[in-house]
């Protein structure tokens, strides 16, 4: 059997036993030729390729990350614990050596999940990613981090929880907002007042093809990479940009992920959306697994694959490139941007989010507390089906000043029957309600 | 009656049993140039005065392991379809392999179809070069036989051998299906001139009751259809010896089986006394297949492995030393500590402390010996206790396996070959748990033999929308309703593999195993287009009823 050039882990738990209802999309059925292909591949059998069974995240590693109305054990399945559990997994086995790269091929995804969960969000309850950065940070003291979202949706969530902390670069490839679920995910929103320039958005049309996510890695994504300098490089990996999912509009490929994978060279890879689940998803995962490994790729092909019928328009090229350059721009003048919030004690931003899955609202208020030493702290408020949260959050980059200011402020606030206040403080690794 | 003959690397040991009795043992030196010759003596000293009172012969023969490791295979001409994917050009079955265009998807359906004009240039260059046995392999080839038929039927007139994929196992895995099917091809012509002298012999004696020989997987297949699947008969010696520990203690729960040897340690797993299978199949000749195989996981530790003390620890194996210096060799090894301690009577006491003061001279050499052995349950316990947690760590795809699962907790030893007894206190100590020693175990392996009963696994795969279902290793590929249910394809199933068992000659069949059960809905747009249910049912590894 061949031996792979890079070692990687795979945690691959198809979850066969769940599903949000019997025909939406995240069903049983969704990872089942996914998982039929990777096994008649052999890939169990390759050298330096080694499975993994997920473990289950626990309730302090989603409250490190998330703000859980009215807790964490109510809103989560065993499913969602799992589902964190196994991008933990994978980041375990690399961080322990146990291997160099490591891709957690499971379900539910996360990416749509906020800091604050009522309920189910574009399928996602809690943001699978981002418990496992925070995991990261606290087991294993990485501080610099970049996630790179590949998925067709905007990873509206993972930008709401990382959008103010300056070491953790945001990059989200997605399908134009204006024309694709979450309807997020523009230019304009670049990060908060403390990583201004650190969250980045490429809004691309419809039909864009491998051309035109090629342009993207080598206009924007490698070279702020490069700038950026991170510890540890993860990409979302959702694979609903291919020309055959059913809920989106690209035209990209197997190919194209296996290509973007291999230039991305990430460290983890955590699977979100691709709801292609016959047509894609087995050869785009299999891509994204082989090009990891640094084994060849070029067999990995759709049986009805035709590059020739893929091709974007002369006009979407020409409308990348200049998405492109502006992107690069708001990352050149990152310094500039936060120059302008640096008098400033707090910024406040209100925000309505729709759960889509059951259908209700929640309005919030984020108050970031600046602090011209750190991220500062930020506060944040929010309302929804009948509950209410006050939260004080400490992140894991703030100064002593700013984590006892969270601090007085949580322990000052009287409590309240109909009001939850919380401490989430990622310092001292504590999450406290009151 | 029952004759069991269990050929091993340089003994053969022959039982004959009437009920759970031995009635009738003997052991011969192996001529592996003739094992018929081998076989046919030990018969001549096992067999009943009355012929009418044998009700069949099992046979453990070292015939096909031996095949492989002296390179004495068949050329095979391999046909591989392999469809999208990995690159398949490391797929290494020697100089014949043409990879064949036409592709099957991961439901089985049809993407491509394959070409006429390769496969039969091919063929035309197989013939010129003399090659005989073919193989035929697709991916995908256990959800849709059909290419793989296709394939065999443009080659049946041309070559005396094709094995196919999809007959050799039901399960996933094409590297390995690929490699199962070249194996198999290559040993045809070995095992078939070996089944016909076997035959003959037999006829010359006036045996006319049934043969069967053993499998890696702990249980028998009639010798006729072996001449079929001649690799399943690999690694038959291992799984003698697991079956034997079976027939010897009745009580067997969560056991650990270790069979120390000169340069080998193997360790088997019973799990609520049903001996552990290896999830996909065996490894022969460094290549992974589909043959179903015992797990046995094999480290380079035993009585004879080269021993050295370095930075305050012993380095024991993996290889072989030569001889232990108390037999006359020139390097101390874990034998002669077994030697001076009074464990093991052979060979020169004087020796043998020679042998541990030369290992570590800062210490009594008892000191050194006892420790030495400590070290050798250790080395031991750990590969155990991987292997435990392996198999806890097989990967599980729902939800309700992965909260369920649980670890096997040993709750005795059993150990056997020539250093066990010797070791037996040291194990007791490390394991911490009972550990029994067999006397006389190398009968035991033939008792293994002929107390070992059929065995069969097979899968069926279902897919409503399309309205077929499939039992690839029957060739069974046949229409199916809309409302097809998992009780129906239990049914389907149970009754394939029952049938199956007739053909090879199984009176009583065992109660038939249902191992994995997978139904799922499958969705097309927002509405439910039909069912995928899969199940997998086996014959487990056992040992047969004995009539008294």
């Not at chain 1, 051309?211 to 979302?236: A, K, T």
């Not at chain 2, 591989?80 to 050009?89: F, K, L, S, T, V």
């Not at chain 2, 006829?203 to 997987?217: E, F, G, H, M």
């Amino acid at each position: 059997m061949p031996k792979a050039p890079n070692s990687v882990g795979l945690v691959l738990f198809p979850a066969f036993d769940w599903c949000i209802s019997p025909s939406h999309p995240e069903r049983e059925e969704r990872l089942l030729y996914t998982k039929d292909q990777i096994i008649e591949e052999g890939l169990e059998d390759v050298g330096n390729i080694r499975f993994f069974n997920p473990e289950l995240a626990l309730e302090e590693d989603v409250n490190r990350v998330h703000l859980c109305v009215p807790s964490a054990r109510r809103l989560l399945t065993d499913s969602h614990f799992i589902s964190a559990g196994g991008a933990i997994r994978a980041a375990r086995a690399v961080f322990d050596k146990e291997v160099e790269k490591a891709f957690a091929v499971v379900r539910p995804p996360g990416h749509h999940a906020m800091q604050t969960v009522f309920g189910d969000r574009g399928f996602c309850v809690v943001n699978i990613e981002a418990i496992m950065v925070e995991y990261i940070r606290r087991h294993y003291g990485i501080r610099k981090i970049a996630i790179i979202d590949t998925d067709c949706h905007h990873g509206d969530g993972t930008q709401d929880i990382f959008y103010n902390d300056p070491d953790t670069l945001f990059i989200s490839l997605h399908q134009d907002g204006r024309t694709l679920y979450p309807g997020s995910g523009f230019l304009h929103e670049s990060g908060g007042p403390s990583a201004p320039g650190y969250t980045i958005n490429i809004p691309l049309p419809p039909r864009t093809s491998e051309e035109g996510f090629d342009m993207v890695m080598d206009r924007v994504v490698l070279p702020v990479l490069d700038d950026f300098g991170p510890e540890l490089i993860i990409n979302s990996a959702g694979q609903d940009n291919h020309y055959t999912d059913p809920i989106t509009n690209m035209n990209f490929t197997a190919q194209g992920y296996a290509r973007l994978n291999r230039n991305l060279n990430p460290d983890i890879c955590v699977l979100e959306g691709g709801y292609s689940i016959e047509g894609a998803l087995p050869y785009t995962n299999l891509g994204i697994i082989l090009a990891m490994a640094g084994l060849d790729t070029s067999h990995v092909r759709e049986p009805d694959y035709d590059p020739d019928m893929l091709r974007q328009s002369a006009e979407t090229s020409r409308y990348i490139a200049d998405i492109c350059s502006q992107a690069r721009q708001l990352y050149h003048d990152r310094d500039i941007m936060r120059q302008q919030f640096l008098d400033r004690k707090t910024v406040v931003e209100n925000k309505q989010l729709f759960y889509d899955t059951t259908g209700f609202h929640v309005n919030e208020t984020r108050t970031y507390h600046l602090c011209p030493q750190c991220p500062g702290y930020t506060e944040v408020s929010s309302g929804g089906r009948n509950r209410h949260l006050q939260a004080f959050c400490i992140p894991f980059n703030s100064c002593r000043t700013c984590q006892t200011a969270a601090r007085d402020r949580f322990a000052r606030t009287p409590k309240a029957h109909d009001i939850m206040i919380v401490l989430q403080d990622r310092v001292a690794d504590i999450y406290e309600k009151k | 009656m029952i004759i069991g003959i269990d050929v091993g690397g340089t003994h053969a040991d022959g039982v004959r049993l009437e009920g759970e009795d031995v009635v009738a043992k003997k052991k011969v030196d192996v001529d592996h140039n003739n094992l018929k010759e081998t076989i046919i003596t030990l018969l001549k000293a096992l067999l009943p005065e009355n012929r009418a009172d044998l009700q069949r012969i099992q046979l453990s023969t070292t015939l096909c392991t031996n095949a492989i490791i002296k390179n004495q295979l068949d050329d095979v001409g391999m046909f591989i379809q392999a469809g999208p994917g990995m690159n398949p050009e490391f797929l290494n079955c020697g100089r014949h392999t043409y990879f064949q265009s036409g592709a099957l998807d991961h439901r089985g359906q049809v993407q491509r179809a394959p070409s006429e004009k390769e496969i039969l240039a091919a063929a035309s260059t197989l013939r010129a070069e003399g090659i005989n046995s073919i193989g035929v392999v697709t991916k995908f080839s256990y959800r849709n036989n059909t290419h793989e038929l296709w394939m065999r039927d443009r080659l049946a007139d041309r070559f005396s051998h094709i094995s196919m994929g999809h007959r050799l196992s039901g399960m996933p895995n094409f590297p390995r299906r690929v490699y199962t099917t070249w194996l198999n091809s290559g040993l045809m012509t070995r095992f078939s001139a070996f089944k016909a002298a076997m035959e003959e012999g037999l006829r010359s004696l006036d045996i006319n009751c049934p043969c069967s020989i053993l499998k890696a997987d702990g249980g028998t297949i009639p010798f006729a259809s072996g001449c079929e699947f001649p690799c399943q008969s690999i690694h038959s010696g291992p799984s003698a010896s697991v079956m034997g520990a079976l027939a010897l203690y009745k009580d067997l729960k969560d056991t650990v089986l270790l069979d120390i040897g000169g340069t080998t340690t193997d360790i088997s797993i019973f799990a609520d006394g049903v001996p552990l299978l290896e999830p996909y199949g065996a490894t022969v000749a460094g290549r992974p297949t589909l043959i179903r195989a015992l797990q046995t996981r094999s480290i380079g530790l035993g009585g004879d492995s080269r021993t050295a003390w370095r930075n305050g620890t012993f380095i024991i194996g993996p290889e072989n030393g030569g001889p232990p210096m108390s037999l006359g060799g020139t390097s101390p090894t874990p034998t002669d500590a077994m030697v001076l301690l009074g464990q093991l009577h052979i060979g020169s006491v004087e020796k043998a402390r020679e042998a541990m003061r030369l290992l570590d001279p800062s210490r009594s050499a008892e000191e050194t010996a006892a420790a030495l052995l400590h070290c050798f349950a250790e080395k031991a316990h750990d590969a155990a206790t991987e292997m435990l947690d392996e198999v806890f760590q097989r990967p599980v795809f729902t939800v309700s396996a992965l909260l369920e699962r649980e670890k096997i907790q040993p709750n005795q030893l059993i150990a056997i070959g020539g250093p066990a007894a010797a070791m037996q206190g040291y194990l007791t100590k490390r394991f911490g748990l009972d550990c029994i020693v067999p006397q006389d175990y190398e009968v035991a392996n033939a008792i293994g033999a002929a107390r070992a009963r059929l065995t069969l696994q097979a899968s069926l795969y279902a897919d409503t929308k399309s309205g077929r279902l499939s039992i690839p290793e029957c060739s069974i590929s046949e229409p199916t309703g809309r409302n097809f249910t998992m009780m129906a394809a239990e049914t389907r199933l149970a009754s394939a593999i029952q049938t199956m068992a007739a053909n090879m000659g199984m009176g009583e069949i065992p109660p038939i195993d249902i191992i994995e059960r997978l139904e799922m809905n499958t969705v097309s747009g927002f509405s439910t287009t039909g069912k995928i249910i899969n199940v997998k049912a086996q014959l487990r590894p056992g040992l047969a009823n004995v009539k008294e």
